[in-house]
């Protein structure tokens, strides 16, 4: 069961202090307290678990410090949506915001490699009115002797070109919780110039205790992809973790399905299931075309698989698109050939936006329909 507090309450008032007593003293019940916060609001949420079905949800309600009480199920406790449409979704971070009603575009390197690759990216993206970006520092590689991210060492130079062309945030996959530390210093040291959103990647979906420290941490939001070989409900859990914890600003990542089934492209793309994970959670959607598909194959019509990928995932609702672009991508050090081209970045904001513009218009249509 879910007790949902009126917002902005006060800890150490007293219609706080009596309804957190009551809860205290129910007979095994655990409580636990999770706060969600947002720009204009915090709001206090109080999970009740175990023996909740003699529980008394109408008195419960009464409570001085009450808003709501929802009964929730078992699966994803606070990120999941429960039936009740008036649960909080997304979040604020940097001056942007997430939810599932928005989208976001984070093209950039899939590894850094060089400061001038990093700054013709920032330039483009600047030039083309994006303030995200995607900048790999710590790589998990299939190959020990393969190129591993240049780690810490490039986060200055990436941190303070990104606060020169206004990009608010980045996506940086950490595959240890020593990443996360590193990551939080240097944004400390460089002044705060740009914000970032901790990304782990798919080999580390099911790392528990990676997804444990990094839940911990409530300053940098988490981009989780899903698991490439286990099931949506096995990821969502995984989610769960992070929220658990206490991080609740998670947004979820499609990536592709490891499987044979889904050759010529690097995996089976499952973007599909962007609809199904706003109806079970909260959590914004994010598609990642280049790691699913993995090519720059194109169909006779001339659009990529990359673009005809992406518009798949915005047509049905995606709130973020994490894309591979490269300066030069024949010297990138990881995953050259799924690179799109500087060139290309206006071309694929276009055809971002017309498929957007057709979500959107479908959207109306059926509310149009309904009323
Ligand atoms: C990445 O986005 O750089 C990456 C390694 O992706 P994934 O974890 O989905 O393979
Ligand atoms: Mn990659």
Redesign the pocket.
């Known amino acids: 069961m879910l007790v949902i507090l009126h917002p902005n309450t006060d800890e150490n008032a007293n219609e706080f202090q009596q309804t957190w007593h009551y809860l205290n003293e129910l007979p095994n019940i655990e409580v636990r307290k999770h706060h969600v916060k947002g720009e204009q609001q915090t709001l206090t949420e109080i999970y009740l678990i175990g023996d909740t079905a003699k529980l008394n949800r109408d008195f419960i309600a009464t409570l001085p410090a009450v808003e709501r009480v929802i009964k929730i199920s078992e699966a994803y406790r606070v990120l999941g949506r429960h039936s009740d449409k008036m649960r909080h979704v997304g979040f604020d971070y940097n001056g942007i915001r997430f939810s599932q009603d928005n989208l976001h575009v984070f093209a950039g390197l ?2 850094v490699d060089t400061p001038e690759h990093v700054e013709l990216m920032m330039r483009a993206l600047k030039e083309n009115g994006q303030q995200c970006t ?1 900048m ?1 520092a710590y ?2 590689r299939t190959n020990p002797y393969s190129f591993q991210g240049h780690g810490k060492a490039c986060l200055p130079y990436v941190f303070e070109l990104a606060g020169k062309y206004d990009i608010k945030v980045i ?1 940086m ?1 950490v595959t240890h919780e020593n990443h996360v530390n590193e990551i939080l210093e240097c944004l400390e040291q460089t002044g705060h110039p740009t914000g970032v959103m901790l ?6 979906t099911q790392n528990f205790e990676l997804l444990k420290a990094i839940g911990r941490q409530q300053e940098l939001p988490v981009l989780l ?2 698991g ?1 070989g286990i099931t949506l409900d096995e990821s969502l859990n995984a989610a769960e973790y992070l929220a658990s914890e206490g991080n609740a600003n998670v947004i979820f ?1 499609l ?2 399905m490891k499987t044979s089934f889904g050759e010529p492209h690097r995996n089976m793309v499952d973007f599909t299931h962007v609809p199904v994970l706003k109806r079970l959670t909260r959590m914004p959607v994010c598609i ?1 075309p ?2 699913s598909v993995g090519s720059r194959e194109k169909s006779p019509d001339g659009l990529l698989d990359l673009f005809h990928a992406t518009a798949q995932g915005v047509i049905a609702g995606a709130n973020m698109v ?1 894309v ?1 672009f490269h300066p030069e991508p024949s010297k990138a050090l ?2 050259g050939p799924q690179a799109l081209l500087m060139e290309e970045l206006p071309l694929f904001l276009e055809d971002v936006r017309i498929t957007r513009a057709a979500y959107e218009k479908r959207c109306r249509l059926i509310k149009k329909g309904s009323e």
């Open positions: 899939c590894a995607r790999g790589k998990p996506a996959e990304q782990v990647g798919t080999r580390n992809k899903r490439f990542c990536r592709g990642d280049s790691h994490l591979d990881v995953d």
